[in-house]
């Protein structure tokens, strides 16, 4: 009893602390997408590289990258070298990392004259050179293009700044002061983080903490062997295909998995994925992973702590070359094709094991950067805007409009005001997309409609990670959702019609740029929708009055919004003949 | 004419309607609870009153002020039952509420089916009407009159009680938003009208307008009631003033209500706060974490200096998922920062799927109650462990007002104990220390996770049921002194008796502190202090009696999340943005370890007028004999898991205890409103205001 209650506090002081260093990180970031959507991530580990605890309050796309990379730091710098007062740089994609931009810091915490943990942090820093300004250059080929790459390396030595490293990250960024700032609040978070530690280790002893994290790691392992052995065991296979890789024309590629539940163990065989793009699609191999973790987890008790105890009982086969693990030169920015490709091959492999935690496919990432054309010293500004196609229908309910898979962290929408306050730029439209989830029994949610003008000359670097041209599927029958799409002054003569993927591509000061960004794919036959839900669909503007005939067979009043029963009946029973 | 010699403090809660009666002239207090009537909620207000002013043997005519805190607003959100609502913005935004903004954290993140908080106005409700402003207040499209007319005519069909109109960049230029308000009365000529540009000018266009949009929702119901509340005290013979507590710790004026309803949110929690304010300055303890724990929740406050903390970041109906704020709604007003947790005497205690035992946070609030009460509750609570382990006397509940039954408390338990295999004992522990723990995370939240350690403070514990669980809360943070003030579980009416009137202003002004244009930074500061000033003569307050705090939020330019940084009084001059700007660097170092040495900027400009009330003032206590047996009542089982189970603890009737009074645990202090328990290993004293002290020996 005794101990349980203190492991349940070890546990609440673990996550305190990591969740504190990921507070700290983005509250004194700069870069935009941080501040304004809290892109950031951060952890602890034990000199092991395993795993203690995870902020949770962070998007879970990152996640995993903290969990390799620490074991991929000491290969370089052996924790036996580590001096206290270090603090370590990395973001190689091919060693844990996962882009140029996004950035880690590791600082050991020292007890008696040892590391005895590490405390880390994660955030996409605003610019670190590479084809595009603000970074995610979409036709980047190779990772040269996509900005710095860093090894291991020291910022810190034994307290000690080492300026050189800050000089070559300096002449490397377009924006040097705001790329220093953001990897200045990571190492102000991850000091905070290792002052707790220290804290920790004073009150309880470094033998009883250690004890206590071992215990902590173990729990979380039996829980998670628990739940894995609710599947039933079986090996279940899936894919999905993604569209493009905005570099090669007319070619697709599949990610495949199978997944054996094995008892209280689950492994994850990626072979037969496609090998690696020329396109920057590619997903570095802890990326791939963070997909496949937070896809595993929505089918066990999501209350499971997250630390290394949830890795223990998984293993995976992850063929080198191939989409999910790619090897130099790989570029890997527009990764979350691939990420969420892996995460429905693996929602459609275990919805055969547990149906009832079934979902259709959802929109995916849209992130455009815009970047001022005047690109001289000290006059560039850019900025970056995610916005994230909406959830697919689920086994027992519609999918969330404007709400994006989980894995995102939600919907922490940018102000637009702080936006137009910093940069010459004026929003014009951010709207649901009406009639773009896709019709079920249960509806996909609905996807966005969001509409910027340059005021001044500028490029814009558009990367949708996918799913415009292939839109997230249906499942169980139902349809799918509408595809997205980019296009330069919608309606005008002067209109451009974007491929998905499209680095630097000039603004007139004037032009506005359009993004639509798809729906979630619909569950079960959309004439096995209730028609009151149509027909309230139809009042909230969700979906339009021709929608509902064409695609639920429901007959809407246009005035009353009531449903005209017999009509319906008879317009469904003649679809059910002739579908 | 009788002389107005009487301050009264009410606060309406989930479970109790608290009246404190203050007498200016002999410093003692009267008191009254009793069971709040959720549906009119004005009845136990004056029942209530009556009961207490009969105690003072006092009549309404010399009551000089009455103070209300009132959970109202927070109700009418939670249970969604506020005014329906019409939404007017800027042409292209109209979905931002049903596309909504809201964080996914913790478990959650796992969870394929879960739901996010309803939109605040429907899609049905909303009117897009097109107009635009830029950042610095210009028109760049002007507003269609005729549009928006037509577009009235719509949303007239639909009949909203209320319109919140919120445009992009209207902090910067109302003109926009005044227009369309003109409009408004004009072809909905009924409805109540909250403009954003006068609810709360600052910039980020979704969290003013979800104040706005609260503003409106809780409008119509918040001044009626005030204004019939005031109506029916005036018809009790009340001569003076009648106030509301406001969320930031001030109070406003009732007629000020219509004008600003959602500061009304929040208002109770905010008494309490300040009552544990003023009490740990009587007793020299400027640092205190206040803990209220009333019958459907608990919250910590932190009080540094002699001052609680204010955050601009509150989530109205928000809950604490893994510490963090989720869900709710963004209201940007200044509220007095609490943490809160749903874990009061009323949490009903169950287990779940996995088999584990749960508190909360589900409440058997006033009706149907705790299972002991016997009103017809079922399910076994807090207030039943607290009954079974001893720490409460079935004889002496409410002072012997009202009767609880045992039995009924070990009926309802029992089922949790066949569920557990474990002895309904064994499960009232576990209910009692996993409601010590949900609490400890609420401490944890305003302490820890801000950087703070909770060890340089004294907690100071109110509400009915929280001195029967402080002094178990203070230990899982080696928190040093538990101090307990008299009559406890009327603290947060006390606390209305010693607050001042606060009128609060912002506006926002984007300028590099390098190019500070200090005329207009003083020109902006003048017209927010002038408005404040203003607001408060309008309520009755000597301009002498007007003290005026400015505050400007400043960032690292680039930079994304302000602090609020005081500046000093006087002139505004070169001097104060150098004082504002080093304030800044200096909080920030605190905050975040590292000390850049970037441009600033300045971002929203704050301005908060106090207006100093008379009050009453506390009593002091002579010292008496020294021996508490004097108050000694009788020895009763108690369980104390340290003493290894039930063993004989004193019981003390507190009324009798005399300052410098010390006592050794286990030991029980009762009085009317409330329990204390010393456990084994601590012990009392009483200081002359007869606090309570409780410290580990």
Redesign the interface.
């Known amino acids: 009893m005794r101990d349980a209650?203190l492991l349940?506090?070890i546990k609440?002081a673990m996550?305190?602390i990591a969740?504190?260093i990921g507070?700290?990180a983005?509250?004194?970031?700069?870069s935009?997408a941080v501040?304004?959507s809290?892109d950031a991530s951060a952890a602890v580990c034990d000199c092991e590289g395993q795993v203690i605890a995870q902020s949770?309050?962070a998007?879970?796309m990152h996640l995993s990258s903290l969990r390799w990379s620490p074991r991929e730091l000491m290969k370089d710098f052996p924790p036996h070298t580590m001096k206290d007062g270090d603090v370590f740089l990395f973001n190689d994609q091919f060693r844990g990392g996962i882009h140029s931009n996004d950035i880690m810091v590791f600082k050991p915490v020292f007890s008696a004259g040892q590391p005895r943990f590490l405390t880390s942090a994660l955030i996409h820093v605003a610019d670190l050179g590479g084809l595009s300004a603000g970074g995610l250059p979409a036709t980047a080929t190779e990772y040269f293009h996509e900005g710095l790459m860093l090894p291991p390396v020291k910022l810190y030595d034994g307290g000690r700044l080492n300026e050189d490293l800050v000089r070559i990250i300096s002449a490397n960024s377009r924006t040097p002061?705001?790329v220093m700032?953001d990897i200045?609040?990571m190492?102000?978070?991850c000091?905070?983080g290792a002052?707790r530690l220290v804290e920790l280790i004073d009150k309880y002893g470094l033998e009883q903490l250690h004890g206590l994290v071992r215990e902590l790691l173990d729990y979380t392992e039996r829980l998670t062997r628990a739940e894995i052995a609710k599947i039933p065991p079986g090996t279940y296979r899936g894919s999905y295909v993604i569209e493009d890789d905005g570099v090669v024309p007319d070619k697709t590629y599949t990610v495949r998995v199978a997944v054996t539940v094995n008892g209280s163990d689950c492994h994850f065989d990626f072979t037969g994925t496609d090998r690696q793009a020329r396109g920057a699609i590619n997903a570095a191999f802890s990326q791939a992973l963070s997909g496949v973790v937070?896809a595993l987890?929505?089918f066990?008790?999501?209350?499971i702590p997250m630390n290394e105890g949830c890795f223990r009982p998984l293993t995976f086969t992850m063929p080198p070359g191939t989409m999910v693990n790619p090897t130099p030169p790989a570029a890997c920015n527009a990764r979350m094709a691939t990420v969420q490709a892996v995460i429905d091959a693996i929602f459609q492999a275990l919805s055969q094991a547990v149906p009832d935690?079934a979902?259709a496919a959802s929109g995916n990432v849209h992130v455009y950067t815009m970047n001022g054309a005047d690109r001289s010293a000290g006059r560039i500004w850019s900025y970056m805007d995610p916005v994230i196609g909406s959830?697919g229908a689920?086994s027992?309910?519609d999918g969330?409009?404007?709400?994006p898979?989980?894995?995102f962290?939600?919907?922490?929408?940018p102000?637009?005001?702080?936006y137009?306050?910093?940069y010459p730029v004026?929003?014009?439209?951010?709207?649901?997309w009406t009639d773009s989830g896709g019709a079920g029994k249960w509806r996909g949610g609905l996807g966005?409609h969001r509409?910027v003008t340059a005021l001044e000359d500028a490029e814009v670097t558009v990367r949708a990670a996918d799913r415009c041209v292939i839109p997230p599927p249906g499942i169980m029958g139902g349809k799918p959702a509408k595809g997205g799409g980019w296009v330069i002054n919608l309606g005008t003569d002067r209109q451009i019609d974007l491929p998905s993927k499209k680095t630097n591509q000039p603004l007139h000061a004037g032009d506005t740029l359009s993004m639509f960004i798809s729906g979630g794919g619909g569950f079960g036959d959309p004439m096995d929708r209730a028609p009151e839900l149509v027909a309230a669909d139809v009042?909230?503007?969700a979906v339009s009055i021709e929608a509902a005939a064409r695609d639920y067979g429901v007959i809407v009043n246009p005035v009353s919004f009531e449903v005209d029963t017999a009509a319906t009946h008879k317009l469904r029973a003649q679809r059910r003949r002739n579908p | 004419m009788a002389k107005a010699s009487y301050f009264v403090g009410v606060d309406i809660g989930g479970t109790f309607t608290d009246v404190v009666v203050a007498e200016a002239a002999t410093h003692r207090l009267y008191t009254a609870k009793t069971l709040t009537t959720p549906d009119h909620p004005a009845q136990a207000v004056i029942a209530a009153m009556r009961q207490a002013l009969d105690a003072a043997q006092a009549t309404p005519a010399e009551v000089q002020r009455v103070v209300h805190a009132t959970t109202l607003a927070t109700n009418l959100i939670l249970e969604r039952k506020g005014s329906k609502v019409a939404y007017i913005t800027t042409k292209g935004f109209g979905d931002m509420f049903v596309i909504g903004k809201e964080r996914i954290v913790g478990a959650d993140r796992y969870n394929v089916m879960i739901e996010k908080s309803p939109p605040l106005v429907s899609r049905r409700l909303t009117l897009e009407v097109e107009e635009r402003m830029d950042r610095r207040g210009q028109v760049v499209t002007p507003l269609d009159q005729r549009a928006a007319a037509q577009g009235l005519a719509r949303l007239a069909r639909e009949g909203p009680d209320a319109v919140a109109v919120c445009f992009f960049h209207s902090y910067a230029n109302p003109a926009h938003e005044r227009a369309m308000a003109d409009l408004v009365r004009r072809h909905l000529p009924n409805v109540y009208v909250a403009l954003s540009s006068e609810i709360w000018p600052e910039f980020r266009e979704f969290e003013r307008a979800s104040t706005t949009v609260m503003s409106a929702y809780v409008g119509p119901t918040i001044s009626g009631y005030v204004h019939a509340l005031d109506a029916e005290l005036r018809k009790m013979g009340l001569k003076g003033s009648f106030e509301i507590m406001q969320s930031s710790g001030g109070v406003m004026a009732a007629e000020a209500v219509a004008r600003k309803p959602i500061h009304s949110v929040e208002s109770g929690p905010a008494a309490g706060v300040i009552a544990a304010t003023h009490l740990g300055k009587l007793c020299n303890q400027p640092n205190i974490i206040s803990f209220d724990m009333g019958g459907t929740t608990a919250k910590a406050g932190l009080i540094r200096h002699g001052k609680p903390s204010i955050t601009n970041d509150f989530r109205v109906g928000s809950h604490l998922s893994s510490g963090i704020r989720a869900g709710g709604y963004p209201i940007k007003i200044p509220v007095i920062d609490l943490a809160e947790v749903g874990a009061g005497g009323g949490s009903i205690a169950w287990v779940d799927a996995g088999g584990a035992l749960q508190v909360g946070p589900s409440s058997a609030g006033a009706a149907p109650g705790p299972a002991c009460y016997g009103f017809g509750g079922e399910q076994p609570t807090v207030t039943d462990a607290n009954l079974l382990l001893g720490y409460l006397d079935a004889d002496y509940f409410l002072g012997g007002r009202m009767r609880i039954y045992p039995d009924r408390s070990l009926a309802a338990i029992a089922p949790l104990a066949k569920k557990l295999g474990l002895e309904p004992l064994q499960v009232a522990r576990g209910i009692y220390e996993i409601a010590n723990t949900h609490m400890g995370s609420a401490v944890r939240v305003v302490t820890i996770q801000r950087g703070i350690d909770p060890r340089e403070f004294a907690v100071m514990a109110f509400g009915g049921a929280g001195p029967v669980h402080a002094v178990k809360v203070a230990e899982q943070f080696e928190i040093p002194n538990v101090i307990v003030p008299v009559s406890p579980g009327l603290a947060s009416a006390l606390g209305l008796l010693v607050s001042d009137m606060a009128e609060d202003y912002v506006a926002t002004m984007l300028m590099d502190g390098r190019e500070a244009d200090v005329a207009r930074i003083a020109q902006l500061l003048g017209e927010l202090e002038q408005n404040a000033r203003a607001a408060l003569r309008a309520q009755g307050v000597a301009d002498s009696n007007i003290v005026v705090q400015r505050l400007i939020d400043v960032r690292f330019k680039h930079q994304s999340h302000e602090l609020s940084v005081p500046i000093p009084a006087g002139p505004v001059s070169e001097a104060t943005v150098k004082a504002a700007e080093e304030g800044f660097r200096s909080l920030y170092h605190e905050l975040y370890g590292v000390l850049p040495n970037d441009p600033c900027q300045f971002v929203n400009f704050r301005v908060r007028a106090s207006g100093v009330v008379p009050k009453p003032e506390l009593s002091r206590a002579a010292p008496g004999d020294g021996n508490p047996r004097r108050a000694l009542r009788g020895v009763r089982k108690a369980y104390f898991a340290e003493a290894g189970g039930f063993i004989d603890t004193e019981i003390y009737d507190r009324t009798r205890l005399r300052a410098a009074d010390q006592l050794t645990g286990p030991a029980i202090l009762e009085e009317p409103d409330s329990t204390t328990v010393c456990p084994p290993g601590y012990a009392t004293k009483v200081d002359e205001y007869l606090n309570l002290h409780i410290y580990r020996k």
Do not use: H
């Not at chain 1, 102000?415 to 702080?418: D, I, K, P």
């Not at chain 1, 004026?426 to 649901?432: D, E, P």
């Open positions: 209650v349940e506090v609440n996550a305190t969740e504190e507070i700290v983005v509250r004194s970031a700069y935009t501040k304004e809290a949770l309050g998007p879970l002061e705001k700032g200045r609040s190492v102000g978070g000091n905070v002052r937070y987890r929505c066990l008790d999501p209350a935690r979902l959830l689920r027992v309910k969330l409009d404007g709400m898979i989980s894995l962290g939600g919907a922490d929408r102000s637009v005001e702080a137009e306050i910093e004026r929003f014009n439209r951010f709207r649901l966005l509409e009042a909230a503007g």
